[in-house]
């Protein structure tokens, strides 16, 4: 693994940059107040982001990873690592969109987290189909979702309860989904559900449900401590009538364990995507303690309170930075097509834990400066909005006990 960028990561890491600190932090607070985007900007956004892409081969927003294209791999055969770095370069961008703000980054058109189970399981009709739809959003904006939590089945994922049962050629879902991302506007939704909770994973089916499917319907709109700017909603399934060809991966897929694998398979890639984005409002906190220090102290004296900041800032940067290195081997695995379940869950957990830190210490180091929202001092918002990256995506709980499990499997046999 190479510990540098490639030119091209770097170009479309400053371009971002820039957008960043002007356009989108000024503005962050006013969505987090409102509790949303404007139509109008995401449009714009999506726009831009195309022109740039079409000059740095950069897209924005999760679920687009595999439309980024990066040197050409070397032959099939040579001994030289494969060069082709989407998921690498997305964690780039998602580290940059969330140090300007967290919560802009989910609320940009396109797949979102239903993009990766469509593209690991779906049938290359169903691809075309799901994915069809966000080639063009110039009249229109579109979002996809996926819906795995329920009431009582968070980090119990094995444990949904939303039933599924085939007649003729639907099936029929019944159940709730909660705090589900862009699930009130999303086009479609990935949607997990079991034939029978006895079978436990065998028994769990995906489906793509569109909007506007009957008994399909969006309930309670959750108001959240973070991320406010994005929508987090519950998902009602009454009858739900869903049409065969929706089922995810088609039928002679479930045959095993294929529907919680494709839960899994999700994780594997998203995680990184995840560890990079609280990665990004990590290095927001220690940027913005460091600058406040730096105008108002000088560490270099040899006074006792300045040796303890000195040391809170070595601490913070040092723990992201290290962060960084574990999440990018993951999102690096992943380039490789190397397994990386256990690297993703590494990546997540400690990552999560440096960006907490760092939002924390943060807030300590500035004073009574760090609990005042302004415009150009988000620290306040930053400390909301870094909690959850603690809890989706498998909570920090959850991470260590993959962890632990694989490490403990990788020992067998020794
Ligand atoms: C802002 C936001 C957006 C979200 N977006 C989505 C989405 O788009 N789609 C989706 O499907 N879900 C989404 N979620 C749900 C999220 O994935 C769950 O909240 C998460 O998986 C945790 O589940 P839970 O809230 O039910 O907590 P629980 O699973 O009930 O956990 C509660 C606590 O118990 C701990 N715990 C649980 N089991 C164990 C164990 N075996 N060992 C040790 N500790 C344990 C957990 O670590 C946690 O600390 C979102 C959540 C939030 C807050």
Known sequence: ???????????????????????????????????????????????????????????????????????????????????????LTSLVAAE??????????????GPGLGGPPVRASGTPSQKERFFGIFKDMSEELRWGAYALTEPGAGSDVA????????????WILNGRKCFITNGGRASWTVVFATVDPALGRAGHRAFVVEKGTPGFGVGRVEEKMGLRASETVELVFEECRVPEENLLGGEESYQSKEGFMTAMKTFDNTRPLVAA?????????????????????????????YA?????????????EAARMVTWRAAWMADQGQPNAR???????????????????AIELCGIEGSIAREHQLLEKWFR???????????GNIQRIVISKRLIEGLKGF
């Open 1 to 87: 693994m190479e510990f540098v960028l490639s030119k091209r990561q770097l170009a479309i890491r400053e371009a971002i940059h820039g957008f960043a600190k002007n356009v989108i932090r000024p503005q962050a607070l006013t969505w987090d107040r409102e509790g949303g985007i404007p139509e109008d900007f995401l449009r714009n956004l999506i726009r831009m982001a195309a022109e740039m892409g079409s000059a740095t081969g950069m897209t924005m927003g999760p679920g687009f990873e595999e439309d980024v294209q990066d040197e050409a791999d070397p032959a099939p055969d040579s001994p030289e690592p494969k060069k082709k770095q989407s998921h």
């Open 96 to 109: 940059e969109m969330s140090w300007a703000d967290a919560g802009l980054l989910l609320c940009v058109p």
């Open 159 to 170: 444990g949904i309860r939303t039933s599924c049962r085939k007649e003729g050629h639907e």
């Open 277 to 305: 984005m609280a990665l990004g409002i990590g290095r927001a906190a220690y940027d913005y303690a460091k600058e406040f220090i730096k105008e108002n102290y000088d560490l270099s004296r040899p006074i006792a309170r």
């Open 308 to 320: 303890a900041m000195a040391d809170k800032l070595a601490r913070m940067g040092r723990q992201l």
């Open 343 to 361: 690297e993703a869950s590494m990546s997540k957990a400690i990552a999560g834990q440096a960006a907490i830190y760092a939002c924390i210490e």
């Open 385 to 395: 909005d870094i909690k959850v990256y603690d809890i989706f995506e498998g909570t």
